[in-house]
């Protein structure tokens, strides 16, 4: 019995660093806030060698701390980046705006900038 649970263990660990190893979570992720435009412009560097198998699957952008929208993609615009056509977003001065990235092989990364 040892035996098997050594085993089962053994192979647990194998397959966690596998699927460990194909993600590939954001490099980077940019948020440039146009306050004349009232826009938010969005950038995820994201290096892969397919864009329709890995890729940003979604970005959730935040506003002082709420969910404001959130964009889900099926493949990436390049082979180094994910890019979202700038939206309107009002914000003031001082005003909070995060932005997650998510990998379809797991993994995230964020920035949080302030609008000025």
């Known amino acids: ?21 194909s993600a590939n979570p954001p490099n980077r992720v940019f948020a440039e806030y146009d306050s004349a435009r009232q826009e938010l412009g969005v ?13 940003i699957e979604k970005v959730i952008v935040y506003k002082n701390g709420v969910e404001v929208t959130s964009k889900s993609f099926d493949f990436q615009t390049g ?16 005003d909070t705006i995060k932005v997650i990235a998510t990998c379809s092989r797991g993994g995230s990364g964020s920035t949080t900038i302030t609008v000025e």
């Open 43 to 55: 950038q995820v560097e994201h290096i892969v060698s397919n864009v329709h198998s890995h890729f």
């Open 1 to 21: 019995m040892d035996k098997m649970m050594a085993f089962a263990a053994a192979s647990a660990i194998f397959l966690l660093t596998a699927l460990a190893a």
């Open 79 to 94: 082979k180094r980046e994910q890019t979202m056509i700038p939206f309107k977003l009002p914000a003031v001065a001082g």
